[in-house]
């Protein structure tokens, strides 16, 4: 039996999402890029010959040492924590559910501030622990614009993206959670060693399209794979699209991280069915983008992503489709058998199928493993994920991208 902690303030929902949206919000610290970080010390009248000194010092607290207080900072003297205390932010978001599978997946829902008219909004992220590692799946925003059919998440219309600081929080929440920080009192120079971590892997795989949202996605995961940071390397980082094509290319050059492709038909006809965006970006112009992925090779192939569908897409044929849609692509196909939810119009396929599907798969050269359904009780698995939160009007949700902007230098 999944187990629910309810982590929620004694106030009532209600009461306090109106305390948070009263709230006057001070800019965070966590997700500006090092010069960024400059530029917000000096506008707070930091020294210019401190500038590097006092980014290096924030850099490690947070990303290293992992405090969401600066009162914790304890090599930075009082006053100059109070000022930082006044002028900015580093608290994580509200958890306001904690739910535990019964094979041991994780599910927090966050609550971050609406900054902005309106309401907080809530986005889900999702531990997966396995042998020899951790993957965390982290969402990228609030709500989606796809309205993939066999999807959950695609069911919640967009309210709006995340920030980098909101995509990077999802990590520091869960390394908090699950104890990969090193404890406060422990020596300043200790860390985590890589070998050691609960969270060892990351992949963009979580709520909305990753692409429509580049630049925050960008600056979180540069800062991610930082190595004077986070540190996590790039090949545990996998970003995953459903095909937004003109930003493919742009994700390898500029970011460097593995690719995902949720592809899950070969032809077109079904694929605009199933994943609305391939009336935009069609199959050749998807694996035309594929095939001229930066740095793309048998060390660092694609991995497609195959939602399993009863009757849909799981036939012989379709197999068939899919080596030859694929030929000449360095890549790994993952069979997802299909996750249901509330109200889906689909089936999984059957167990029996499924293997039938891989094994041609695999006998025509491309490793095709079936991924074990993890947390179905708490409906964290994939194409699961979803949030309660309303969309934002139309004026609002603009003005809060103009928010966005200026206040990250974008």
Same mark, same amino acid.
């Given at each position: 039996?999944?187990?629910?902690?309810?982590?929620?303030?004694?106030?009532?929902?209600?009461? /306090?999402?109106?305390?948070?949206?009263?709230?006057?919000?001070?800019? =965070?610290?966590?997700?500006? @890029?090092?010069?960024?970080?400059?530029?917000?010390?000096?506008?707070?009248?930091?020294?210019?010959?401190?500038?590097?000194?006092?980014?290096?010092?924030?850099?490690h607290w947070l990303y290293i040492r992992g405090v969401s207080d600066f009162s914790e900072m304890k090599n930075l003297s009082k006053d100059f924590r109070?000022?930082?205390?006044?002028?900015? $932010? #580093?608290?994580?978001?509200?958890?306001?559910?904690?739910?535990?599978?019964?094979?041991? /997946?994780?599910?927090?829902?966050?609550?971050?501030?609406?900054?902005?008219?309106?309401?907080?909004?809530?986005?889900?992220?999702?531990?997966?622990?396995?042998?020899?590692?951790?993957?965390?799946?982290?969402?990228?925003?609030?709500?989606? /614009?796809?309205?993939?059919?066999?999807?959950?998440?695609?069911?919640?219309?967009?309210?709006?993206?995340? /920030?980098?600081?909101?995509?990077?929080?999802?990590?520091?929440?869960?390394?908090?959670?699950?104890?990969?920080?090193?404890?406060?009192?422990?020596?300043?120079?200790?860390?985590?060693?890589?070998?050691?971590?609960?969270?060892?892997?990351?992949?963009?795989?979580?709520?909305?399209?990753?692409?429509?949202?580049?630049?925050?996605?960008?600056?979180?995961?540069?800062?991610?794979?930082?190595?004077?940071?986070?540190?996590? @390397?790039?090949?545990?980082?996998?970003?995953?699209?459903?095909?937004?094509?003109?930003?493919?290319?742009?994700?390898?050059?500029?970011?460097?991280?593995?690719l995902a492709i949720s592809l899950h038909a070969v032809t077109d006809e079904l694929r605009d069915e199933l994943v609305p965006i391939n009336k935009k970006?069609?199959?050749?112009?998807?694996?035309?983008?594929?095939?001229?992925?930066?740095?793309?090779?048998?060390?660092?192939? #694609?991995?497609f992503e195959y939602v399993m569908l009863k009757g849909v897409n799981d036939s012989l044929e379709d197999a068939k489709g899919l080596v030859r849609l694929?030929?000449?692509?360095?890549?790994?196909?993952?069979?997802?058998?299909?996750?249901?939810?509330?109200?889906?119009?689909?089936?999984? =396929?059957?167990?029996?199928?499924?293997?039938?599907?891989?094994?041609?798969?695999?006998?025509?050269?491309?490793? @095709?493993?079936?991924?074990?359904?993890?947390?179905? $009780?708490?409906?964290?698995?994939?194409?699961?994920?979803? @949030?309660?939160?309303?969309?934002?009007?139309? =004026?609002?949700?603009?003005?809060?991208?103009?928010?966005? #902007?200026?206040?990250?230098?974008?």
């Amino acid at each position: 039996m999944a187990v629910s902690l309810d982590l929620t303030h004694p106030q009532t929902r209600a009461e /306090t999402d109106a305390l948070v949206a009263k709230t006057p919000l001070r800019p =965070s610290l966590v997700g500006l @890029s090092r010069e960024e970080m400059g530029d917000a010390l000096r506008e707070a009248g930091v020294a210019e010959k401190q500038i590097r000194m006092r980014v290096s010092q924030l850099w490690h607290w947070l990303y290293i040492r992992g405090v969401s207080d600066f009162s914790e900072m304890k090599n930075l003297s009082k006053d100059f924590r109070q000022i930082l205390a006044d002028r900015f $932010d #580093i608290a994580r978001p509200k958890i306001i559910e904690e739910q535990v599978s019964n094979d041991g /997946t994780r599910k927090w829902l966050l609550q971050f501030p609406s900054m902005g008219a309106g309401k907080p909004v809530e986005v889900e992220t999702v531990y997966i622990p396995e042998e020899g590692r951790g993957t965390l799946c982290i969402s990228s925003q609030v709500g989606c /614009t796809l309205t993939c059919s066999f999807c959950h998440t695609g069911t919640q219309k967009l309210v709006r993206n995340l /920030t980098a600081g909101e995509i990077l929080a999802q990590l520091l929440v869960a390394r908090d959670r699950l104890g990969d920080f090193p404890d406060a009192d422990t020596p300043q120079g200790a860390i985590v060693p890589l070998e050691g971590r609960k969270v060892s892997n990351i992949v963009m795989m979580g709520m909305g399209e990753p692409l429509y949202n580049f630049d925050h996605v960008k600056k979180a995961l540069l800062i991610a794979t930082d190595g004077d940071g986070l540190s996590l @390397s790039r090949r545990r980082v996998t970003l995953s699209t459903s095909g937004v094509v003109p930003n493919i290319q742009r994700t390898g050059d500029e970011i460097g991280v593995m690719l995902a492709i949720s592809l899950h038909a070969v032809t077109d006809e079904l694929r605009d069915e199933l994943v609305p965006i391939n009336k935009k970006y069609p199959l050749k112009d998807l694996m035309d983008a594929c095939r001229n992925y930066p740095g793309l090779s048998n060390a660092k192939r #694609i991995t497609f992503e195959y939602v399993m569908l009863k009757g849909v897409n799981d036939s012989l044929e379709d197999a068939k489709g899919l080596v030859r849609l694929l030929k000449g692509i360095p890549a790994k196909i993952n069979l997802i058998p299909f996750n249901p939810w509330p109200g889906s119009v689909y089936e999984c =396929s059957d167990w029996e199928q499924i293997e039938k599907f891989a094994d041609f798969i695999n006998a025509n050269g491309y490793a @095709s493993p079936i991924r074990t359904p993890r947390g179905r $009780d708490i409906l964290a698995a994939c194409g699961q994920l979803k @949030s309660e939160s309303e969309r934002l009007r139309k =004026s609002e949700r603009l003005a809060l991208e103009a928010m966005m #902007i200026a206040g990250h230098g974008e």
